[in-house]
């Protein structure tokens, strides 16, 4: 199912907002008044009061930020401008979250849809051949991919290579980047694309 877009004017720039169709467990935007029952977080630009001080957004969480993606459960931020991977990788650290692990296939298509709606061609996602070549894990070590384009994804685990990737076609070609209206690339670490960050939305 496609997602929605839509666009909100936050007072941050232009930032778009791809709401998403299915059902979710993050429905309930928070009333901007402090809540006695708030579990607090840090703020994250999503519309929520994450730090439970009856203002969301605040301190502006939401600039360096050109298009968000709301997915059950998590928060998709895609930062301004392109760097190098290790860059993208602080800056979603900076951010308070990290490069986004995309495990099944509507988070893959929100992730285009983000990309689309900033009109940028790439973004760094989560995921590595670095280690041993041909061996693709997340950060958290999790395997999602073994081989070259006729490889093998283990049992269930899903994958958004664009058609021919992962090719390896340069030595340094590991890093998992996402081409908008493709898939997954795999990259040389420094090729130049934004950051899409996610950190799990806080609990309540
Ligand atoms: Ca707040
Ligand atoms: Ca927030
Ligand atoms: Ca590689």
Redesign the pocket.
């Known amino acids: 199912m496609l997602a929605q877009l839509g666009a909100l004017a936050l007072g941050c720039g232009r930032v778009g907002f791809v709401a998403d169709a299915a059902p979710r467990d993050d429905a309930t935007v928070d009333a901007p008044t402090a809540d006695a029952g708030c579990v607090a977080c840090s703020?994250?630009?999503?519309?929520?009061?994450?730090d439970c001080d009856g203002a969301?957004?605040e301190g502006a969480?939401c600039d360096g930020i050109c298009a968000r993606v709301r997915r059950s459960g998590v928060d998709l931020s895609l930062l301004c401008g392109a760097s190098a991977r290790d860059a993208a990788e602080l800056a979603c650290a900076q951010h308070g979250g990290a490069l986004v692990p995309i495990t099944d296939h509507a988070t893959h298509q929100a992730a285009l849809d983000a990309l689309a709606d900033a009109a940028e061609t790439c973004a760094w996602i989560d995921g590595s051949d670095a280690s041993e070549e041909g061996t693709w894990r997340r950060a958290d070590g999790t395997l999602f991919w073994t081989g070259v384009a006729d490889g093998i994804a283990p049992s269930g685990v899903f994958s958004g290579w664009r058609a021919g990737d992962p090719d390896a076609s340069a030595e340094s070609e590991d890093w998992l980047a996402l081409v908008e209206g493709e898939g997954w690339a795999d990259s040389p670490s420094d090729a130049t694309c934004p950051a899409l960050c996610a950190r799990a939305v806080c609990a309540r």
């Not at 703020?43 to 994450?50: G, I, L, V």
């Open positions: 703020e994250w630009c999503n519309d929520r009061d994450d969301a957004d969480v």
